[in-house]
């Protein structure tokens, strides 16, 4: 353990009112402090998440769980902020240090609030809450090349987040999956045996979404029990998206279970979307009577919440002048469609931005790409 994490979480540990020897481990040392002092919990994990996630009406909190656990990230919750998550990166970055992510999850998906460099930052926020004072000047961490790539666990939890196995999932049930790159199914995941199993998963997700199907490589990273369940989960969206009933939900509804009859439900469903065409579709077009317009496909939670904070942005550009556009509903449409494949909300931004330049629906842009991108990280809550 570093020498200034030590000191900090001593502090910590005083201001708690807990006595006894810290752990050497610095992640031990917070689970044993949250675990004596009331002010501090560790979110803890029971019983399987996907039969939720894959079945129940709000698949939000499962999808959060999924994607911390695969994350190999420590969930604190405190009294101190509510609805406010504390993340530790199980792994060390390149200096040794644990880094820590705030998010603010009132309304999940939830959005990233603060990064912070260490334990250490953390264990300093928390001791000035604990005497009283909870408007923390955090000690914010730089982003680096260990940030902006999946070795950092904020970065696969976001991606997954967004990357929704929820929407994966609605998807295969109504049977509108269609692969937008089959050719990534032939080719082996893009992760040696020196990668983290984070990074494997995330890339699992990703080409699972693209071609419907993925190859893991000969030579895998270590998995965690977390992520090895993970895989499995993703084999059985595989098998949704080739029109194979999928295990998690054929065997909850064998059990007699909370969730029995949301599973047999979506398994009649599922099994309408793959009953044969009606052989007199399309008879309406051959006799000169136009076909009724497909209905689109519904959005998910995320895509409503974004497209309720890209309406107020759009809408407060337009109102100072800051913009001109022909179609407001169909600008709104484009700019919630671009969060589909977003590997972070710094990703999201850009695509927003890039959107919005070049859509259609927009007569006269007065406002430079930077105020663009301020106006909406301030409007979607990513200040």
């Keep these: 353990m570093h020498d200034e994490t030590r000191a900090a979480l001593e502090a910590l540990q005083t201001a708690l009112g807990v006595s006894g020897a810290l752990a050497e481990d610095p992640i031990e040392a917070l689970e044993a402090l949250a675990e004596a002092a ?221 969730l029995r009859k949301e599973a047999k439900t979506w398994l009649k469903g599922f099994a309408d979307a793959a009953e044969p065409a009606d052989p007199l579709a399309g008879l309406g077009a051959l006799l000169g009577e136009p076909e009724p317009e497909p209905e689109p496909e519904p959005l998910t939670t995320f895509e409503k919440k974004l497209r309720a904070g890209v309406d107020s942005v759009i809408t407060k550009l337009v109102d100072s002048g800051d913009l001109e556009v022909l179609q407001h509903e169909m600008l709104i449409d484009e700019l919630t469609r671009v969060a589909e494949d977003a590997r972070s909300p710094k990703h999201l931004l850009k695509k927003l931005v890039r959107a919005t330049v070049d859509s259609e629906a927009v007569e006269e842009i007065y406002a430079s790409d930077d105020d663009l991108h301020e106006a909406f990280k301030k409007g979607l809550g990513f200040v």
Excluded: N
């Design 38 to 258: 009331e002010p501090l919990t560790k979110r803890t994990f029971d019983g399987d998440p996907y039969p939720p996630l894959v079945l129940a009406l709000a698949p939000a909190p499962a999808e959060l769980e999924v994607a911390t656990r695969v994350s190999d990230l420590v969930a604190f919750e405190t009294r101190w902020w509510q609805h406010v998550g504390f993340y530790v990166d199980r792994q060390e970055d390149p200096d040794g240090r644990h880094r820590v992510y705030i998010r603010d999850e009132e309304s999940l998906p939830g959005q990233p609030w603060h990064s912070l460099p260490s334990i250490a930052a953390l264990a300093e926020g928390w001791t000035q809450a604990a005497g009283g004072d909870t408007e923390v000047d955090w000690r914010e961490l730089d982003d680096d090349q260990w940030e902006g790539g999946p070795t950092s666990g904020a970065f696969v939890l976001e991606t997954m987040m967004h990357g929704s196995l929820a929407a994966q999932w609605a998807l295969a049930g109504i049977g509108a999956y269609l692969p937008q790159r089959p050719e990534l199914a032939e080719q082996p995941l893009p992760v040696d045996a020196d990668a983290s199993g984070r990074e494997l998963c995330l890339h699992a997700l990703r080409v699972l979404r693209l071609a419907g199907s993925f190859q893991l490589p000969e030579e895998m990273p270590e998995l965690s029990e977390d992520q090895q369940a993970y895989i499995e989960h993703l084999r059985d969206l595989e098998d949704a998206f080739a029109g194979r009933e999928p295990a998690v939900v054929t065997d909850t509804a064998a059990e007699k279970g909370p």
